[in-house]
């Protein structure tokens, strides 16, 4: 691998500053269902039965959705980056299987993709 271990250390503190943040801002809207795979079920929040109260809770509740099915995608790459950190095969673009610059990953450390692809 072409990225040597400092560096490696800094992109992983940076990836688990990312979980801790995803995870929070899930925490608001969703409860996990399977936290090591960063698995979030978006929370359905009653807040009355009479019609407009039923209204604003399906708008709140598509509204979280979005918000955590992104949020859950983030995570969800996070997770992987560090799998395979772990595995030692962090880096690497997993459509043409080239080396990710490392300027690129130091921006985005859970990037999956090269720039090409
Ligand atoms: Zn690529």
Redesign the pocket.
């Known amino acids: 691998m072409a990225i040597d271990q400092k560096t490696l250390d800094e992109l992983k503190v940076m990836l688990l500053r990312e979980k801790e943040e995803l995870e929070k801002n899930l925490g608001r809207i969703a409860k996990p269902v399977n936290k090591a795979e960063g698995d979030y079920e978006t929370s359905f929040e009653e807040l009355g039965n009479d019609k407009d109260d039923n209204a604003t809770e399906v708008d709140q509740y598509s509204q979280n959705l979005s918000v955590e099915t992104s949020l859950e995608k983030q995570l969800q790459d996070i997770l992987e980056a560090l799998e395979k950190m772990e595995k030692g095969t962090y880096g690497k673009?997993e459509?043409?299987n080239?080396d990710i610059p490392l300027e690129r990953l130091q921006v985005n450390p859970s990037a999956r993709?090269?720039l090409?692809?």
């Open positions: 673009c459509n043409c080239k993709v090269c090409d692809c």
